[in-house]
């Protein structure tokens, strides 16, 4: 079982920048390819970004935050980040990180293990 936690969520002027840490309680979280969405009140929860496994070399970005948004992993700390730059107020959302075992994927159904979720919220 993976328990992850996300961290860094809060408020930000628009243009501003935050950075979203997924910890994971997963020594072998080097193995996990773990993918970014996000939930916006009353959307659906939609892709943001993936960070493949081992070494984080592949990554793919939804085209909303393509440019603006990256994702990177420190395996020695089990924790995946997303730095997020160029914030818009529709980046305001709830953001989940999610591990699997296998390659990235920008489908829900595909993620094994959830964290509890961050709130964004992004000011004018």
């Known amino acids: 079982q993976v328990q992850l936690v996300e961290s860094g969520g809060g408020l930000a002027q628009a243009g501003g920048s935050l950075r979203l840490s997924c910890a994971a309680s997963?020594?072998?979280?080097?193995?996990?390819?773990v993918g970014w969405f996000r939930q916006a009140p009353g959307k659906e929860r939609e892709f943001v970004a993936a960070?493949?496994?081992?070494?984080?070399?592949?990554?793919d970005y939804a085209d909303s935050v393509k440019g603006r948004f990256t994702s990177s992993r420190d395996n020695a700390k089990n924790t995946v980040y997303l730095q997020m730059n160029g914030l818009k107020i529709e980046d305001t959302a709830v953001y989940y990180c999610?591990?699997?075992?296998?390659?990235?994927?920008?489908?829900?159904?595909?993620?094994?293990?959830w964290g509890q979720g961050t709130q964004v919220t992004v000011s004018s």
């Open positions: 999610a591990a699997r075992a296998a390659w990235t994927s920008s489908r829900e159904l595909d993620y094994d293990y």
């Open positions: 997963l020594r072998t979280f080097n193995t996990y390819a």
């Open positions: 960070i493949s496994r081992w070494g984080g070399g592949v990554t």
